[in-house]
């Protein structure tokens, strides 16, 4: 089956540090290709995965679950980690979600996470009809492209199978309950006009989680899809940064000092947590 363009899986061979990036749910590498291209040019081990079921056609995501999606990440990790001193994870939107499972069962094999409007449950009126409805419907408009910056455009499926939505919906569950289990330095970056994930996702999740380590970034310019969007370089910025902070000499190459204008520790900041697509 041909692969959507951009959708192809990455993997570069840097020094002793890697880094596990994760797509989001009806996306594909491309949304965050531009993220792992960042990391490589600065010395880093990284690898991009193209998750089961994505990349190709939405009937090919109709016949996998959430289990498919974390194996192939949870492979990855390891392979990682056979070969790197360290290991981070990146995730956007259900690569967010990925991430923090990974993170959970994983321990200290996991060095900080990074998460870039990260999604933590479904809040569209039909989620809780997706036992029954998924029989009845194969599948519903997608949610693709939710960028801020013009001519930008991210490369995934039109439609969402409800089959696989409704496995989304279980997994979140998994993951949410699994978060007080996440005790890694954790940088979260999110976007106050996402149209996919709702900004309490992001808040659930810095509520929930046991790590002591943490701070929130504001991306005011962008929409879901922020790899991609105008804060796409203050996210690549950071995050070398803050891979800097916890693996000092990692990072190779110049590499700019990111403001500070909008980063906020989260012990300063309040918390609260159909279908979290394309980007999701």
């Known amino acids: 089956m041909p692969l959507l363009p951009g959708a192809e899986p990455f993997r570069h061979d840097g020094g002793d540090v890697g880094v596990l990036v994760c797509h989001g749910f009806t996306g594909s590498p491309q949304s965050v290709r531009p993220w792992a291209d960042h990391l490589a040019a600065r010395g880093l081990t990284v690898s991009l995965p193209l998750l089961p079921g994505h990349g190709t056609r939405w009937q090919d995501l109709a016949v996998t679950g959430w289990e498919d999606w974390y194996a192939e990440v949870d492979r990855e990790l390891r392979a990682l980690a056979g070969r790197c001193r360290q290991v981070f994870v990146c995730g956007l939107s259900?690569?967010?979600?990925?991430?923090?499972?990974?993170?959970?069962r994983h321990g200290a094999a996991v060095?900080?996470?990074?998460?870039?409007?990260p999604a933590n449950r479904m809040h569209q009126r039909t989620a809780?009809?997706?036992?029954?409805?998924?029989?009845?419907v194969p599948a519903t408009k997608g949610i693709v492209s939710d960028i801020a910056k013009p001519g930008a455009t991210e490369s995934g499926y039109d439609r969402v199978p409800?089959?696989?939505?409704?496995?989304l919906r279980k997994f979140f569950a998994v993951v949410d309950a699994e978060l007080p289990r996440v005790t890694q330095?954790?940088?979260?970056?999110?976007?106050?006009?996402?149209?996919?994930?709702?900004?309490?996702d992001c808040a659930r999740?810095?509520?929930?989680v046991s790590s002591r380590d943490l701070t929130e970034r504001l991306l005011e310019r962008s929409y879901h899809v922020a790899t991609l969007d105008w804060d796409a370089d203050l996210i690549f910025e950071e995050t070398t940064a803050f891979i800097e902070r916890l693996a000092p000499g990692a990072v190779t190459g110049p590499e700019p000092v990111p403001s500070?204008?909008?980063?906020?520790?989260?012990?300063?900041?309040?918390?609260?947590?159909?279908?979290?697509?394309?980007?999701?």
């Open 128 to 136: 809780m009809a997706l036992p029954v409805l998924r029989h009845l």
């Open 94 to 104: 259900m690569g967010g979600a990925l991430a923090l499972r990974l993170a959970a």
């Open 205 to 208: 999740i810095l509520g929930r």
């Open 185 to 200: 330095p954790l940088l979260v970056l999110h976007s106050p006009q996402d149209h996919v994930v709702p900004p309490v």
């Open 260 to 280: 500070t204008a909008a980063l906020r520790p989260v012990a300063e900041t309040g918390t609260d947590g159909v279908v979290a697509g394309g980007g999701a």
């Open 111 to 117: 060095s900080g996470l990074v998460l870039v409007n």
């Open 162 to 167: 409800l089959h696989a939505a409704y496995s």
